[in-house]
């Protein structure tokens, strides 16, 4: 049974960092992309970062792009999304996909606020 759990959000000031986890099981983690996403309130989800399964090949949407940093951890079956200089307009439910086969984790709340 595929599992994606997403941990790390919560409340966090303009300017500050959150570290979100993304903990994958099921499948065999080491030999398969994995992608970010985000869905703000009454907003279509778009996409936030994408890694392949060696953590070579790495693309940015241009909205994250010098703030956000996606990497895993293949040994421990995770991926991460460092994000810093966060902005309101960065709130939003973050959610790990696995794009092989169409996973989706259940998403974690990051809201960015004064």
């Known amino acids: 049974q595929v599992r994606l759990v997403e941990s790390g959000g919560g409340l966090v000031q303009p300017g500050g960092s959150l570290r979100l986890s993304c903990e994958a099981s099921?499948?065999?983690?080491?030999?398969?992309?994995m992608n970010w996403y985000r869905q703000a309130p009454e907003k279509e989800r778009e996409f936030v970062a994408t890694i392949d399964s060696a953590g070579g090949d790495i693309v940015y949407a241009d909205s994250v792009k010098g703030r956000f940093t996606i990497s895993r951890d293949n040994a421990k079956n995770t991926v991460y999304l460092q994000m810093n200089s966060l902005k309101p307009e960065d709130t939003a439910i973050y959610y790990c996909?696995?794009?092989?086969?169409?996973?989706w984790g259940q998403g974690t709340q990051v809201t960015v606020s004064s």
């Open positions: 996909n696995w794009p092989a086969d169409g996973y």
């Open positions: 099921g499948f065999i983690f080491s030999s398969y992309r």
